[in-house]
């Protein structure tokens, strides 16, 4: 297998490493694994430690699997932190950080576990409003 994927009890996370490179099509039937681990433990907060993978995926292929989440019915409902290291390309993924953001998806780029652990298990959300009443 090219990846590891695991629910994490503890943290109530879902973990996902990948081992090799995996292409486009292979990243969409993870998408769907990820999401069904997701509904059978009503746990949205994935981790995604690619500081073991190098290769990156073509600009384009990041913009198809982008758009492909929109396919994806609970895509929104997740929040996302991405591990990487020096030996990652640090622009594509800030290319991918950035359409998912666009797109409304809560995602973030780490250097290191601890940190975003600790951005995962926060109760923040970003796109949320403070709502007050107007006076009459």
């Known amino acids: 297998m090219k990846y590891t994927l695991c629910y994490?009890?503890?943290n109530g996370i879902i973990k996902y490493?990948?081992?090799e490179q995996l292409n486009l099509e292979e990243l969409k039937e993870l998408v769907h694994q990820i999401t069904e681990m997701a509904t059978l433990n009503?746990?949205?907060l994935l981790l995604s430690d690619n500081r073991f993978s190098s290769k990156s995926l073509e600009?384009?292929?990041?913009?198809d699997l982008t758009k492909y989440y929109n396919e994806?019915?609970?895509a929104l409902n997740f929040k996302t932190a991405i591990l990487y290291c020096e030996n990652n390309d640090?622009?594509?993924l800030e290319f991918y950080e950035s359409l998912c953001l666009t797109a409304g998806y809560r995602v973030k780029l780490f250097t290191s576990?601890?940190?975003?652990?600790?951005?995962l298990l926060s109760n923040q959300k970003p796109n949320s409003f403070k709502t007050f009443n107007m006076p009459a």
């Open 42 to 44: 009503e746990c949205y």
């Open 17 to 19: 490493t990948p081992t």
């Open 113 to 119: 576990e601890e940190e975003a652990l600790k951005w």
């Open 90 to 92: 640090k622009r594509t």
């Open 59 to 63: 600009m384009t292929e990041i913009i």
């Open 8 to 10: 994490d009890k503890d």
């Open 72 to 74: 994806v019915p609970s």
